[in-house]
């Protein structure tokens, strides 16, 4: 592999997502080189990245993918908590000369950081603190079915944050993967994996191709956003209101709608960005006094929940992917395609021959 160029899914512009040769990335001292495998597509980030609307774009041409499972193949020389053979979540590729990346996960091969032996050796958080991610699989766990970890583990990181636990009642509002996985989180809301109670009410107000995914994933009740009286029928299933509502989409409005189902003292939270910057909520659309959270997430800390969940079946990859027929990277824009038509729910990526 050493000195070749590696093939990249690469963004030139606003809607010009090609294939590119980059030059291979060099791993430093606590890295390791991987050899990615497989990507998921992000029908948020990735979709808004290439639109170009995402609000943290870096100069262009910048490589694309956050979602991505890499094998070890090498070893920095100071490398101590990774070994080759290694499965790792969220590798990417490093910026090389004449690229930015978008994290750079759809690339043959990427890096892997040693975060555990960079803290260790005294290197400043700023050097290894967004690398916590960046963690190794269990022996045996299926690559494709990998990419999810980073879609539940972001997400599990919020619904622990924002408040679900057993006995509450949870709206989510849209249908995207994000939206699946926070139901997903609301079925498996509990002391535990094997002891799952989950959430007592578990809704989603979404599109109507997605009601057998969302019922597959945990959903107690579903309704078509398209559907006349939809907030008024998903009143009726709550009728002091809900303790959650979740804007998995992030659309001018929707927030408005998650106020008017919320019970006086519930919370909100704005998770999706298509209008970021632009959603705002109406006070007069609550019942009363409720609370927006705003604290966002830390992936890296719910990495051993999700596998535990993962481990136990209690999180179905299925309900994203279609495991048995990825896309290869050089048909990526097909990915996208698919994915913006709504026959996917998530693309997988078949990133390398392996």
């Known amino acids: 592999m050493k000195g070749n160029p590696v093939k990249a899914a690469v963004v030139e512009g606003p809607n010009r997502l090609v294939v590119r040769d980059i030059p291979e990335p060099k791993p430093g001292e606590y890295q390791a080189l991987c050899e990615l495998l497989y990507g998921a597509t992000c029908s948020g980030t990735d979709s808004h990245i290439i639109e170009g609307s995402f609000p943290w774009i870096p100069p262009y041409p910048t490589v694309l993918g956050h979602e991505s499972v890499g094998r070890v193949v090498e070893l920095g020389p100071k490398v101590r908590y990774l070994k080759k053979g290694d499965l790792i979540a969220r590798v990417n590729t490093p910026a090389v000369p004449g690229y930015s990346v978008t994290w750079g996960g759809f690339a043959e091969l990427g890096t892997a950081t040693d975060f555990r032996a960079a803290q260790e050796d005294g290197l400043p958080a700023s050097v290894w603190g967004g690398y916590r991610v960046q963690r190794p699989l269990p022996p045996g766990t299926d690559p494709a ?31 995207g993967g994000n939206a699946l996985a926070y139901i997903a989180h609301a079925a498996n809301a509990g002391p535990g994996p094997s002891e799952v109670e989950g959430c007592a009410l578990r809704v989603m107000i979404g599109s109507a191709t997605r009601e057998a995914a969302a019922r597959k994933a945990g959903a107690t009740h579903f309704f078509d956003y398209r559907a006349a009286g939809v907030k008024e029928a998903a009143g009726k299933l709550c009728p002091d209101g809900f303790d959650i509502a979740i804007d998995a989409v992030g659309k001018a409005g929707l927030g408005d709608l998650g106020l008017a189902l919320l019970r006086r003292g519930g919370t909100i939270g704005i998770y999706g960005i298509d209008d970021y910057g632009k959603c705002t909520l109406n006070p007069d659309a609550a019942r009363g006094s409720f609370t927006v959270y705003r604290d966002y997430l830390d992936e890296a800390e719910a990495h051993d929940q999700v596998i535990a969940l993962y481990q136990a079946g209690k999180l179905e990859p299925s309900v994203w992917l279609d495991l048995a027929n990825p896309f290869p990277l050089d048909r990526i824009a097909d990915a996208f395609e698919a994915l913006r038509a709504r026959r996917v729910v998530k693309a997988l990526v078949r990133l390398s021959a392996q």
């Open 145 to 175: 079915a990998a990419t999810m970890f980073i879609t539940w583990r972001e997400t599990l990181s919020y619904s622990n944050r924002i408040g679900y636990g057993p006995g509450k009642s949870v709206l989510v509002i849209g249908s």
